[in-house]
């Protein structure tokens, strides 16, 4: 058995002690990390994919250097994301029809024009696009770049020969970070 | 988001782990899943798990309802938090007994980085007691970059409240992905002097204890302390968890049947350590191996005062459990396809329970004498006068028993919008004849790509806690006996669940139906199915009369409801959240039909945070009830009704390497009560206040 203390005086010696480390912790500068407190979501999906749009621009030669639009195909999954990604720095035009946006430097195509890849691959004919689906097996079917979730991390698909059908040139360093290359 | 093409590949997005066993969005996930994260925690001012519980939808959480498990948490009106399954990083820290999951002040999540709350019936992955709610608290892992991470923190407030925290993360080695985190949590708090803010209720106290010298003026504490370790090295894992916490032993009984004395203390811990190791067989095998060894005990010290007389109390009722289990768990995770995937895994657990024991005296662990002999029997009498009616009831018995267990489910994307679960558990435990099955089945389908709809039908199962069928004590009126027959309770539910999602916009709605059967019946409410006897003596002249009584299992109930909740970034400074619930209860047993068990049918909750500035978090939340139901009022009838609480949370970011907040909880000192164990009014925690700071390193 154990005497029972009254309560409030059990620990009062170490709670002081502690309360003084902190206070001399606290009086020192030494490199304290900020917090990443936010009042929103954390980062999503299509905050994600936004990135990575912005960053192909990067990673990706064009003939004639680009239009500087991306046109986004279907349902805009993005929801202001995209804007935010780009920052202005390059403008976004949006259409139900591939027609529309032959122009664009990437296309994006959206979950809503799931399974009829090869048409729109078709409907964009020669244009010089990098085009961009989120859509499993995607980049099989002639697109050039998928987009794909594992879950909660991303996986890159990518089809050098429809690449090289629309003119562009693919850095390695992107092209090694693919989890499957399609060739042909 | 100005990160490399290296970086954004790391990038992972906010999912859940606990539905499934597996990442997956929450849309994915089945069944209604909440999540609390990081930012949630800090903004609102979180500091245990308990102050989590009561802000969540569909629960309904009673602060001192009993000393032996502190706060009771009533999910989706099925009240007992026996019920649910607590997971820490995924391993399970229930007590191994089957005890009520403590809900005191020693469960910290200061250093969680999310909590997943999965809602409705777990068992088809976690087995036993998975009834109403899995809740799985995830630590923060160190940063990648390899520096380290320390954070300290305190807060001291009105009460003699005092807490202090400390938690510290390093990667030591990146490549051999060796790293250490932990943290230590320290609260001590007086609580609410319920003699002066509730003075009416407290005479009856006041009244009795004044005869007998002391204990007029309440002995409350509030002490946790919580401590956690994690050891990674490589694809290797060591994690430690150990709880210990003590409050009055008085706290929630009601009447005058306990006395807020010095004496008085409830102390119990846990102690839980998992060893794992994933084994990423290929790319689509991977099989994860854990031991665990979990440890329970009631502190020898630990006690009831009682009235032994109108001028003396009553000092040798103390109380004793020590319990054990160590289990082993096998898990394939298997990608038999794109489109299917299969969970696959095995369990066994070998339990050695001294339930919670009356020893007179008090237990002493170390002695030569086994608890069982310490404990000696409980004496009575079936005919006064007769002494060939003695029979006897041993204080103290050791519950031994293994289980084993097996599951399969199923993963199925049927078409690019629907999607299939289907799986199964079978689960032996060695005390019961027949196996307990607990199937689950799920079809998740995406209508657009905003918005998720689900259904869910999953059966549970409790299994029969040592704690309730040993229970053996004298209670003054009753005098209870074990149950060594006990059998499982199962419940089946239907859930259909609708989720929205849209740029900064997350509302969800559930329905759900469910029945439950076999109920256990705890000895404690004395209803007619309880009773052995209605009379029995505890000596041979047949002065001391009791009522002879012990758990069983029999009748059925069922619960039905929605909740309603959601999120939303309203613009860039201002966040709120929402939620209502309503829910129904009936339980039938032996002809009798109970409702509602001391909750309110009505929940809603509303709160926000405001950045008034980069700097400046203003985070005001309000918690209402409709009255809850079957409670005897007592001298509280006032405080009884519709019972409300508002708290105000501000965090100040001083510098990037200082916060100070304030919190205020139960702001505008709002008197009011909720039920306790006896079903009877017991007053809440008026104001509490506490200002603090936090510095990270």
């Not at chain 2, 049947?257 to 060893?275: G, H, I, K, Q």
Request: a neutral charge; glycine letters at 10%; charged letters at 20%.
């Amino acid at each position: 058995m154990t005497t029972i203390q009254p309560t409030g005086i059990r620990s009062r010696g170490a709670f002081g002690l502690l309360m003084r480390l902190l206070i001399i912790a606290a009086s020192w500068n030494l490199g304290l990390r900020g917090g990443d407190l936010r009042a929103e979501p954390a980062v999503t999906e299509y905050d994600l994919k936004a990135a990575f749009l912005y960053k192909f621009v990067q990673f990706v030669k064009w003939p004639g250097g680009g239009s500087g639009i991306i046109g986004i195909l279907g349902d805009d999954p993005f929801g202001g994301k995209l804007e935010k990604a780009l920052q202005g720095r390059l403008s976004i035009k949006r259409s139900r029809k591939p027609e529309d946006l032959k122009t664009c430097q990437i296309v994006f195509v959206a979950k809503s024009e799931r399974g009829n890849a090869s048409g729109i691959i078709a409907s964009l004919g020669d244009a010089k696009v990098l085009t961009v689906g989120e859509s499993e097996g995607f980049a099989k079917q002639g697109g050039v770049i998928g987009i794909l979730m594992d879950g909660d991390q991303p996986r890159l698909e990518i089809n050098t020969a429809a690449a090289r059908r629309a003119g562009l040139i693919i850095s390695a360093q992107l092209l090694k970070l693919a989890s499957r290359v399609f060739s042909s | 988001m100005e990160l490399s093409l290296e970086d954004l590949m790391q990038v992972k997005l906010p999912t859940v782990t606990t539905a499934s066993k597996k990442s997956e969005k929450v849309t994915e996930a089945p069944g209604m899943v909440y999540v609390i994260d990081k930012n949630d925690i800090r903004l609102r001012g979180y500091s245990t798990l308990k102050d989590v519980l009561r802000d969540l939808p569909g629960m309904e959480l009673t602060n001192n309802y009993f000393s032996e498990l502190g706060s009771q948490v009533s999910v989706r009106g099925i009240t007992s938090s026996n019920k649910i399954v607590v997971l820490l990083n995924g391993m399970r820290v229930n007590p191994p007994g089957g005890e009520y999951f403590p809900l005191r002040s020693d469960f910290s999540v200061r250093r969680a980085e999310q909590i997943e709350v999965i809602y409705g019936p777990g068992s088809t992955l976690y087995g036993q007691d998975a009834i109403s709610a899995v809740i799985n608290v995830k630590t923060k892992q160190p940063p990648a970059s390899g520096k380290a991470e320390i954070e300290l923190g305190g807060e001291v407030g009105v009460n003699l409240e005092r807490e202090l925290y400390g938690s510290f993360g390093k990667v030591f080695d990146t490549a051999r992905n060796f790293s250490f985190d932990g943290y230590v949590q320290y609260h001590d708090s007086d609580l609410t002097p319920i003699d002066t803010e509730y003075p009416n209720w407290w005479q009856a106290y006041r009244a009795a204890a004044a005869p007998k010298g002391r204990g007029t003026t309440p002995e409350r504490q509030d002490y946790g302390l919580n401590a956690y370790a994690h050891l990674q090295l490589g694809d290797f894992s060591l994690q430690s968890w150990f709880r210990d916490s003590r409050r009055s032993s008085a706290e929630g009984y009601g009447g005058t049947a306990l006395f807020y004395v010095n004496e008085a203390l409830w102390e119990d811990r846990s102690w839980v350590t998992e060893a794992k190791y994933d084994w990423k067989i290929s790319d689509k095998v991977k099989l994860t191996s854990a031991v665990t060894a979990n440890w329970y005990q009631v502190d020898p010290d630990t006690r009831y005062v009682e009235s032994a007389s109108p001028t003396t109390y009553f000092l040798n009722d103390f109380k004793y459990a020590n319990g054990t289990s160590y289990g082993v768990e096998e898990t394939f995770h298997v990608d038999l396809s794109k489109k299917l995937s299969m969970v696959f895994g095995g369990t066994f657990a070998r339990y050695d329970i001294i339930p919670k024991s009356t020893i007179p005296g008090g237990a002493d662990p170390g002695s030569d004498n086994s608890i069982i002999q310490q404990g000696g029997n409980f004496v009575y009498y079936t005919v006064p006068g007769d002494a060939t009616s003695r029979h006897e009831i041993p204080r103290a018995v050791v519950s031994q028993y293994n289980r084993y267990g097996t599951y399969l489910e199923f993963g199925w994307q049927l078409a690019p919008k629907l999607k299939l679960i289907a799986g199964s558990r079978v689960d032996k435990d060695t005390r019961i004849s027949d196996p307990s099955y607990t199937p689950r089945g799920a079809l998740i389908y995406n209508l657009t790509d905003t918005l998720t709809l689900k259904y869910t039908y999953s059966w549970a199962y409790i299994s029969p806690a040592p704690y309730f069928g040993f229970a053996t004590y004298d209670r003054g009126d009753i005098l209870n006996t074990s149950n060594p027959n006990l059998q499982p309770e199962t419940s089946k539910t239907h859930e259909l669940n609708i989720t929205y999602n849209k740029k900064a916009i997350e509302v969800g709605l559930s329905l759900y139906y469910g029945d439950q059967e076999n109920l256990i019946l705890v000895s404690d409410v004395a209803s007619q199915a309880n009773i052995l006897s209605n009379r029995v003596y505890l000596d041979l002249a047949g002065t001391q009369t009791r009522v002879l009584t012990n758990t069983v299992n029999g009748g059925r109930s069922r619960n039905a409801g929605l909740d309603f909740y959601g999120k939303a970034k309203l613009n860039r400074a201002l966040s709120l959240w929402f939620s209502y619930s309503y829910t129904t209860y009936e339980a039938s047993t032996t002809g009798t039909i109970t409702g509602l068990n001391g909750i309110s049918p009505h929940n809603f909750r509303l709160g926000c945070t405001w950045a008034v500035t980069p700097k400046l978090f203003v985070t005001p939340s309000i918690t209402i009830r409709s009255t809850p139901r079957n409670v005897d009022p007592g001298w509280l009838s006032g405080e009884l009704t519709n019972p409300w609480e508002a708290n105000l949370h501000i965090l100040y970011k001083a510098t990037d390497k200082m916060e100070l907040y304030i919190k205020l909880q139960n702001a505008t000192d709002n008197h009011y009560a909720l039920t306790s164990f006896t079903s009877t009014a017991n007053p809440q925690e008026t104001f509490s206040g506490v200002v603090g700071v936090r510095i990270a390193f």
